[in-house]
């Protein structure tokens, strides 16, 4: 079984070296120490969500608050290439924090936002921002249970307009849609930049939207016979991305 994955600064990583030892304390700490209940030799691995991260093993645990973890090696994770970037319509319900979960535990490197025409829900105020702490700790966690050190960046929410821009500087821009002429597993990828992908709301996209979209160079592709949600589409195209990128060789 690989070693659990904990959240420390980027600072406490900076200087560490085989030999050193790291104090793990805080939140973190004492999830280690008084939920897990880790013990002296049990093998952790430290990553400032960032890509730079330690393998090592608990050195010590103090009562519990914090253990400290003596480091065996450095790992520095290169930006991934090309990355996969979804925009992510808001779902009703809970169902954009499952979106996340699934897209972090398959690969996605960045996820936005997107307040679509036909979105049921919709971010204001007070409670805008809650949804947004919520989407950015579900992919944490969700980066710590699948053991990535570099986590996906989940980015302010945009409007329609606000998008055009990001897929018009992609180096692969599409929009997920059932009647798209051209399978999105056969679509000309890029080595390197972004791929950018949109998924819409369970009310689809609209042709206003997709007007847009287009105009910014992003075209419809289809992903499969089946129409999936608008929670699972994501993932599944991001899947398929890895796959036919090399990502997951």
Known sequence: MTAPVFVVE?????????????????PEGRHAAA???????????????????????????????AVDVAVAAVRREPEPAPRIVVVQALPKGDRGEL?????????????????????????KGERGAKAL????????????????????????????????????????????????????????????GDIVLVVGPEGGVSPDELAAFAEAGAKPYRLGASVLRTSTAGVAAGALLLGRTGRWS
Do not use: Y
């Open 10 to 26: 980027t600072a406490q990583l900076a200087t560490a070296a085989p030999g050193a030892v790291v104090r793990l304390d805080g």
């Open 35 to 65: 939920v897990k209940r880790l013990e002296p030799g049990e093998a952790v691995t430290l990553a400032d969500g960032l890509g730079l991260g330690v393998d090592g093993t608990v050195a010590a645990v103090h009562g519990k608050d």
């Open 99 to 123: 979106a996340v979960e699934t897209m972090t535990e398959v690969g996605v490197d960045a996820v936005i936002p997107w307040s679509a025409s036909r979105c049921i829900t919709q971010w």
């Open 133 to 192: 702490a919520k989407w950015r700790s579900t992919a944490r966690e969700a980066g710590k249970q699948s053991r990535r050190l570099r986590f996906p960046e989940v980015r302010e929410p945009m409007t329609t307009r606000q998008l055009a821009p990001v897929l018009a500087a992609a180096a692969f821009a599409g929009v997920l849609h059932e009647e798209g002429a051209e399978p999105l597993a056969g679509a000309a990828l890029p080595s390197a």
